[in-house]
């Protein structure tokens, strides 16, 4: 048995081993601080070529943890451009409480945002949470059919620690006006309002409060503008003779504002935009849908009038603007009530006025409020304007590229707008592969995530678009299709305003008849008193005629009797009358 003072042989091991570890630690301490000091100089912001410092994976799983999320992909480590591995433990996504706080999905072309944006369109309906899609290329199609299996995309799946399961979700395409492919969506021209029709129609500013003046005039008569007939129709008749005198009191119309505008709808009407007008209108709140447990997709298919990007923008913007109003206030929620997709956003920005800007920002700052979060999807930052940006809390950024002066200067912007972080931005923006992002969220708290170089999921659904037969088999199965599906001519401005044109052509007539009826009666009174003063006039002059006839043969007859012999042989040679007779 061994004295108690012989020391523990296995005590005596664990502390030789303690010792060791500690002289390992303070050796690898001693190696990075010497690497860094012999190192390149720190780029500003972050340590050179985008490798983050030890300990940051954990200070990155930490800020994109949450209750509820939208897993968008995994933490990169490495170096750019060297086969950076992905961290499938520390995954990257959004808060679904905070989507509503909008955000911005931005890359050049060809750097995989539009497989971003599927993406996120598939989490959030596997959460619930419907989604609408502007689809400008017609590359979302393929939501409606399952992804197919491959190696490659198995490969990235494991990598970024991601179940991947070839899942079809449930799609409602949409088309405008029903130009394309999918269920009409139509609204009026009185819903519309006189600010988007300005933009759409490209008026000026006085021209687009000329324009608000006659949407003022026809709302407070009553007068429903359902399609481009019926403004054309209420222009016309304010500007004629006839309804000039209803806005003298309000300033009026020019007949050069009228002529304007009236040719710009012409044009409007010629790029098929009047099958735009009109009813059935659509509901927005239909667009907040669930099939089970999955979110609806809603996807409106662009292709077709892409060449019309003003035309479908501001089309886009009503339908933000009527579900802000049609929603109610629900405050801050566990996940929104719908998420919108604004791809290829800077169209809808482009020459657009000052006051259709200032309905942009307020109608993203107050939607917030409904439940409704709002995604930009563009090429650069630039192309949304300050305002907006200022309103966007998450932002997913694929690579930029910087061709140009120009470009290095909104590279430059781009990487200063994001919170500090040990990245070089500068240069791993130009670096990204395909896949790749660099993203920052808002956490739960409302705070900025830590800036995270991210490898992003693959989307479960087809990648491809679907056919023409795919999609017209969603549509005829689709109830959208059997309420919005048959335009509806109703009775309105124009029909209404063309009855009192007829009625006051028909006043006309009968006032100008009885006019005409009246000027006969007074011809005839007039000839009929002409000719009773004439036969008056004949009675007195034969009366007159009679009398002196009596008179001068009275005198006559009296003479006679005087000088009966003098006279008596030469009156027998002369006739009665005076005349000789032969």
């Known amino acids: 048995m061994p004295d108690a003072s012989t020391p523990d042989l296995a005590a005596l091991r664990e502390a030789a081993a303690a010792a060791q570890k500690a002289l390992e630690d303070a050796e690898r301490t001693a190696?990075?601080?010497?690497?860094?000091?012999?190192?390149?100089?720190?780029?500003?912001?972050?340590?050179?070529?985008?490798?983050?410092?030890?300990?940051?994976?954990?200070?990155?799983?930490?800020?994109?943890?949450?209750?509820?999320?939208?897993?968008?992909?995994?933490?990169?480590?490495?170096?750019?451009?060297?086969?950076?591995?992905?961290?499938?433990?520390?995954?990257?996504?959004?808060?679904?409480?905070?989507?509503?706080?909008?955000?911005?999905?931005?890359?050049?072309?060809?750097?995989?945002?539009?497989?971003?944006?599927?993406?996120?369109?598939e989490g959030l309906s596997l959460a619930g949470v419907p989604v609408f899609l502007a689809d400008v290329k017609g590359d979302l199609s393929g939501l409606a059919l399952p992804g197919t299996d491959s190696p490659k995309v198995m490969e990235r799946a494991a990598s970024v620690g991601q179940d991947w399961t070839p899942t079809q979700y449930p799609v409602e395409f949409y088309s405008l006006g029903g130009i394309g492919k999918g269920v009409p969506i139509r609204t009026t021209v009185t819903d519309f309002g006189p600010l988007l029709m300005s933009k759409v129609l490209g008026l000026n500013e006085t021209q687009e409060s000329s324009l608000t003046l006659i949407f003022h005039w026809a709302d407070k008569k009553g007068l429903a503008l359902l399609d481009l007939k019926d403004l054309q129709s209420v222009i016309a008749h304010l500007t004629s003779d006839e309804g000039k005198a209803e806005l003298k009191g309000i300033g009026g119309v020019s007949a050069a504002t009228a002529g304007v505008i009236l040719r710009e709808i012409v044009g409007l009407e010629g790029q098929g935009a009047d099958v735009f007008f009109g009813e059935p209108a659509f509901s927005t709140s239909d667009l907040i849908a669930a099939k089970g447990d999955l979110g609806v997709l809603s996807v409106l298919e662009l292709p077709a009038v892409q060449d019309r990007p003003q035309l479908f923008s501001t089309f886009l913007m009503w339908l933000l603007a009527d579900l802000f109003q049609e929603l109610p206030e629900v405050g801050d929620a566990d996940k929104p009530k719908l998420v919108f997709f604004f791809?290829?956003?800077?169209?809808?920005?482009?020459?657009?006025?000052?006051?259709?800007?200032?309905?942009?920002?307020?109608?993203?700052?107050?939607?917030?409020?409904?439940?409704?979060?709002?995604f930009f999807v563009t090429q650069s930052p630039k192309d949304v304007p300050s305002d907006v940006l200022a309103q966007l809390g998450n932002r997913v950024q694929h690579a930029l590229r910087a061709f140009t002066p120009d470009d290095a200067t909104a590279l430059r912007a781009a990487a200063r707008t994001f919170p500090k972080s040990p990245y070089d931005l500068e240069r791993l923006l130009q670096e990204l592969g395909t896949g790749e992002a660099v993203v920052t969220?808002?956490?739960?708290?409302?705070?900025?995530?830590?800036?995270?170089?991210?490898?992003?999921?693959?989307?479960?659904?087809?990648?491809?678009?679907?056919?023409?037969?795919?999609?017209?088999?969603?549509?005829?199965?689709?109830?959208?299709?059997?309420?919005?599906?048959?335009?509806?001519?109703?009775?309105?401005?124009?029909?209404?305003?063309?009855?009192?044109?007829q009625e006051q052509a028909a006043g006309r007539a009968a006032a100008d008849g009885e006019t005409a009826a009246a000027g006969d009666q007074q011809e005839l009174a007039k000839e009929r008193a002409r000719l009773e003063k004439e036969a008056t006039t004949r009675e007195k002059a034969e009366a007159r005629h009679k009398e002196k006839a009596t008179r001068d043969r009275n005198r006559v007859m009296g003479s006679l009797a005087k000088t009966a012999g003098t006279v008596l042989v030469r009156e027998l040679t002369r006739s009665l009358f005076g005349t000789r007779r032969r």
């Open 343 to 374: 791809d290829e956003a800077h169209l809808l920005f482009a020459d657009a006025s000052k006051d259709f800007l200032q309905q942009v920002v307020q109608t993203v700052r107050l939607i917030r409020s409904k439940g409704v979060g709002v």
């Open 31 to 121: 190696a990075q601080a010497t690497a860094r000091a012999t190192a390149a100089p720190e780029a500003p912001g972050g340590t050179p070529g985008g490798t983050p410092p030890q300990g940051y994976a954990a200070e990155v799983a930490a800020g994109y943890s949450a209750e509820a999320t939208l897993p968008l992909g995994a933490l990169l480590e490495g170096e750019p451009g060297r086969d950076p591995a992905p961290n499938p433990k520390v995954q990257v996504g959004f808060a679904l409480s905070m989507l509503n706080r909008h955000g911005l999905v931005a890359g050049a072309t060809g750097t995989g945002k539009t497989k971003t944006l599927q993406g996120m369109a």
């Open 441 to 501: 969220v808002l956490t739960e708290r409302g705070a900025p995530s830590p800036v995270a170089w991210t490898r992003v999921r693959a989307p479960q659904a087809a990648m491809e678009p679907a056919s023409a037969g795919e999609i017209d088999r969603v549509v005829a199965a689709s109830p959208g299709q059997a309420k919005y599906g048959t335009a509806v001519d109703a009775e309105s401005a124009f029909e209404l305003l063309q009855a009192k044109a």
